[in-house]
């Protein structure tokens, strides 16, 4: 249980996108990749963020669509953050697999460790052009990146799913990896299905500790923070909740459609 | 486990059942009016607010779950950070998070299929507790655990529960309002926590639980200010197993009724020392974050174990053997 | 340390004297009718039972040491075992051995020599206290420290001091029989450590010192018994951190008389949470067990550094800033 | 702070005289030699012993002399005792050194482990023949062990310290290592000083917390639980309390002569 807080400070800040930054940090944590943070802004909230780089520089990318995401963002390099972790299990990926990668949105943060290792094929999808980020990053890593946009602005036109339906069939893929919104998630994993390739998926409830401890991030009978945040295509198959149901704050069941 | 254990090694069918049954006999208590096939519980709070995440505690070996704290409305509970990890333990404020009682028949309802269910639940009056007890009764709950002892929530727990007085109008109004047996659960940050548990006694309560947290705060240096948004919390964890042992040694002296403690307890040995100093039954909270659900498992093949190796042919023959 | 840096950094003679006052002043507190060159005191009943090893910890950088608390006679405390180690701390029943007050003046004639010195006393009723207190100032104390709080000694310690009432008495009858500043250490077994701090402030305290030991028990699974001779024991160490925290956020919003801290500190961040809190100067026991006496010099210059980070220019700049 | 506790269970007991026994136990902490623990005998007292065994296999080797001691000594193979330690800081020998080990009774049991590890000359004193204790295990370990007793009933007639100023006169010794009654190692620094030779002692003072917590086992400033047992030459020489002076349970001063 030591070593899991620590009060870091900013050394790099980096615009991704009109609302997207990434923030660099020093902290010699051992980490793997798909593992996160609990990002503490005084005053305001503490909320969950993956690390979107592992090693003795660490970072999070964070998208800014409420106070906390964007209190974060407000965050200058020289400023002090507290974090807690990393908590949650990581992507399990064999040397030897043949891996596609594929992001929703600033989902492809929590993949980014991963496609560093891996070097593996990876979609980056987003709405639109200026909300692709993080591409330039997964080039680095990987020879095939692909980019799909709802509104065709830039690569392919559609989503992140139909295009990896479409790699998958000329690809010979033994896992794809994947981390977004929940529906797309959703239907990702049933055309891994279709296309009997495995898949570990990153999912997202509420989080209050992070821990384990306090139960309010299930899905079924898993803790999204301690059993995942990374799921395998079995585990997936036996959650109930997962496209469907969440929980809010008072532990009630919110309908996802 | 056990049953595998014994399969293994009595292959032949016909001996199966009658070992089962002494291997299961030798953790199972009876306290009160109930009876559970294994002494350890899981503690209030944790990973206990659906009805799947109680069942798979059953599963993974517990005697028994305790539910979250259960109010009459539903309640988000504080604003986060609610928790931190401090040397020796966790530092939480969560502030009673909770569905409220109507939805969480629901989730009684998947829990009970797995195994006994104790209700615990709290209120700001003594009639809130006797209503909410009455509910978590025909819930199917087989007790009901009084949170009288939560130290960060105002105007609950420990605000109430500080007092001898309270405590036991509290638990009187719960027992008449209920057949099953009542439990008060009750706070160390007081000068004598045996008089907190005389007051439950004398109010008709069949088990006193302790402990719950030690106030406590955690704050940041860099960032000047308390880490929990409330502000204050609650130490839980190895770091206070000192203090609930004591607790349950000066209780099981001075009360008539069982003690069911909990404060710390991560393995074998700290169920153990639980049981010598006096409690008849235990409950695990932290450790299911550190150690997982596993821990129960563990923590039955430990005694298991201890048991025979110093010849206790029962949990019971073990209740306070260290008061001798 | 402070010195040779700067000797280091500025090897020009003319520039040496004045910068080590200002480095000095950096870490210097006033409080009360006291002023102390550094902020950190060694904790009552750790290492200083004896004259040369008070000496040790203040030349290890302490700015201050409490005596070990002396009574009447001499003392030789419980039986062994007195002491264990626990996950996160130590629990410990030693029963205030010492030499009595008598033969304790020749000690504090050596240990005055290095610095500062805070005569701990313990007595079963206000008259024991007013006596040794004044044959403390006799001795050369700095100031007085009330032990109302020590958890294991029958009829001392917590035993009269969990009680507002005997608070008040007997540190207003030791206000009138020295000139010297008094201090109430206080117990946090009890449901409002306000409440005992309120009653030592109205009594007359110049400061109130939080927090003494937790009430604790450690049993030994295979040999059936709690291991101390005494049973009952107080846990001390980074475990009781946290409780210590909250009780000095507490007390420093309800008096107006300074706080001094202590519980779990064992390093500069340790220190800082404590000033932040509303400590005005701190004290540190079992970490010099842990750590040793070096453990004075990590801290004062981890403030040093932390202080210049954060732009605090005195000890007194940090006090209580969590509170804001 | 951890694992500085264990109950163990003793494996092994062996008479090593009329009133001295080796209790043998498992126990993998580390050690190294001439540190101590601290040994429980529930419902009388709580001891220091040193280890005489520092291995995966330990063990304590107790002169009965009291309550506690013998308590210690009526223990059986099988049954449990609670160890806190290892305590103290022991022995620090360097691989090239010329070593000679000097013990005045029983306090060969801390010996033990250092002759092991460095096969050093070593001096075995007691007042008689059947008092000569653990010369067979030294003998294991090093080529010259020699004896003596008060009584000349075996080896040397004279003390161990009479002996050790012989041995020193006729070979270079670098470093003396030293245990027994405190008089004894009084006069053996006496003498490592006239043979200009550097000495390392354990020494013995009442014991509460074994830790360096309490405060109870000072000499002059120095604890003997936790900067000692064991001093060296120059720490010696600034000990105004050697052969002098020790404290009672009370803290108060004591005059050993
Ligand atoms: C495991 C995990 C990893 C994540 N990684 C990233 C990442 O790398 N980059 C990124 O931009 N976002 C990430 N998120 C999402 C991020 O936590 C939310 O965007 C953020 O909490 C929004 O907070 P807010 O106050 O800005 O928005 P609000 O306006 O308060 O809330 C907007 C939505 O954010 C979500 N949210 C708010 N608080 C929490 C909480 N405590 N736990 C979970 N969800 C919450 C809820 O769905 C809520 O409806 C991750 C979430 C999880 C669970
Ligand atoms: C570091 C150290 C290592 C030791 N190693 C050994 C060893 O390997 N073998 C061995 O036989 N003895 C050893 N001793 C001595 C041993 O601790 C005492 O013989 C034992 O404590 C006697 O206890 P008793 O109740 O039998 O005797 P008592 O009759 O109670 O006392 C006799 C004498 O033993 C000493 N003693 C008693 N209690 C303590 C205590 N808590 N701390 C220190 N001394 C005490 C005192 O000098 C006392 O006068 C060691 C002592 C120390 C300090
Ligand atoms: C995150 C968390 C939430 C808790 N919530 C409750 C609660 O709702 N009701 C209650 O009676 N106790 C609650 N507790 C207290 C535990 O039930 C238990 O008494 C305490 O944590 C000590 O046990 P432990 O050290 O095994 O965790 C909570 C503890 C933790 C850590
Ligand atoms: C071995 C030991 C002896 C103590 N003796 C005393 C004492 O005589 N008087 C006193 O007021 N406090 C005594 N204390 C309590 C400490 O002064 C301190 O309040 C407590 O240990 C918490 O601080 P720490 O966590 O830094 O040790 C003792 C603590 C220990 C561990
Ligand atoms: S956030 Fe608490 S259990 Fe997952
Ligand atoms: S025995 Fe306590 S300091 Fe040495």
């Known amino acids: 249980m030591l070593h899991v807080s620590e009060t870091v400070k900013i050394i790099g800040k980096m615009r991704e996108s009109k609302d997207t930054y990434t923030l660099e940090f020093k902290w010699d944590a051992p980490a793997v990749p798909g593992q996160f943070v609990m990002v503490w802004i005084p005053g305001v909230d503490e909320v969950p963020m993956s690390l979107s780089r592992i090693g003795k520089i660490k970072a999070i990318t964070v998208k800014g669509i409420g106070e906390a995401s964007n209190a974060i963002n407000d965050l200058q390099v020289g400023d002090y953050v507290r974090l807690r972790g990393p908590y949650g299990n990581?992507?399990?990926?064999?040397?030897?697999?043949?891996?596609?990668?594929v992001a929703g949105g600033v989902g492809v943060a929590a993949l980014i460790p991963a496609i560093k290792e891996t070097g593996c094929d990876t979609i980056i999808g987003a709405r639109c052009e200026g909300e692709i980020i993080l591409d330039d990053v997964a080039r680095k890593y990987s020879k095939s990146v692909?980019?799909?946009?709802?509104?065709g602005s830039r690569g392919f036109h559609g989503n992140a799913v139909q295009l990896a339906k479409k790699k998958m069939a000329l690809r010979d893929y033994d896992l794809v990896i994947g981390c977004g919104p929940e529906v797309m998630l959703y239907f990702l994993h049933e055309a891994c299905k279709e296309n009997d390739v495995e898949c570990q998926l990153s999912l997202e409830r509420f989080m209050k500790c992070g821990a384990g401890v306090c139960g309010c991030c299930m899905m079924d009978r898993l803790r999204v923070c301690k059993d995942g945040p990374v799921f395998g295509t079995e585990e997936l198959d036996g959650l109930s909740d997962f496209g469907t149901r969440k929980r809010d704050e008072c532990g009630r069941i919110v309908d996802l459609r | 486990m056990i049953s595998l254990f014994i399969t293994l090694a009595h292959p032949k069918g016909v001996l199966l059942r009658d070992l089962h049954a002494v291997a299961m006999g030798r953790l199972e208590i009876t306290f009160g009016r109930l009876r559970l096939e294994r002494p350890g519980m899981l503690a209030?709070?944790?990973?206990?607010?659906?009805?799947?995440s109680m069942a798979r505690m059953i599963k993974s070996g517990a005697g028994a779950v305790v539910t979250?704290?259960?109010?009459?409305?539903?309640?988000?509970?504080?604003r986060n950070p609610t928790f931190t990890e401090v040397e020796g333990g966790y530092v939480n404020a969560m502030g009673l998070p909770n569905p409220g009682i109507e939805l969480f028949a629901e989730e009684m309802e998947i829990a009970l299929r797995a195994g006994p269910v104790v209700g615990s639940v709290f209120g700001s009056n003594a009639k809130d507790f006797a209503v909410l007890s009455a509910r978590m009764e025909d819930c199917g709950a087989c007790a009901v655990e009084l949170n009288l002892s939560c130290p960060h929530a105002e105007g609950y727990g420990a605000e109430i529960g500080s007092d001898p007085k309270n405590?036991?109008?509290?638990?009187?109004?719960?027992?008449?309002?209920?057949?099953?047996?009542?439990?008060?659960?009750?706070?160390?940050?007081?000068?004598?926590?045996v008089e907190l548990g005389r007051a439950a006694e004398d109010g008709g309560a069949e088990a006193v639980v302790a402990i719950n947290t030690l106030k406590a705060m955690v704050i940041s240096a860099e960032l000047?200010?308390?880490?929990?948004?409330n502000r204050f919390g609650g130490l839980s964890g190895p770091a206070i197993k000192p203090v609930g042992v004591r607790a349950v040694y000066d209780l099981r002296g001075a009360l008539s009724?069982?003690?069911?403690?909990?404060?710390?307890?991560?393995?074998?040995?700290?169920?153990?020392?639980?049981?010598?100093?006096?409690?008849?039954?235990?409950?695990?909270?932290s450790a299911v974050g550190t150690k997982g659900p596993k821990v129960f498992g563990e923590i039955n093949r430990g005694l298991e174990m201890f048991m025979s190796d110093h010849g206790y042919g029962s949990i019971a023959e073990m209740v306070g053997v260290a008061r001798e």
Not at chain 2, 44 to 52: C, L, Y
């Open chain 1, 146 to 151: 692909w980019t799909s946009t709802d509104d």
């Open chain 2, 257 to 285: 009724i069982p003690v069911v403690g909990v404060g710390g307890i991560s393995n074998w040995r700290d169920a153990a020392e639980y049981l010598l100093a006096g409690a008849s039954a235990f409950q695990v909270g």
């Open chain 2, 167 to 193: 405590v036991r109008s509290i638990v009187s109004a719960v027992k008449s309002s209920v057949d099953i047996p009542v439990w008060a659960k009750l706070t160390p940050n007081t000068s004598s926590i």
């Open chain 2, 68 to 78: 979250k704290s259960i109010g009459l409305e539903p309640r988000p509970g504080h």
């Open chain 2, 224 to 229: 000047r200010k308390p880490v929990l948004s």
């Open chain 2, 44 to 52: 209030s709070g944790i990973m206990d607010e659906t009805g799947d």
């Open chain 1, 90 to 101: 990581g992507f399990s990926i064999k040397k030897s697999k043949k891996v596609l990668a």
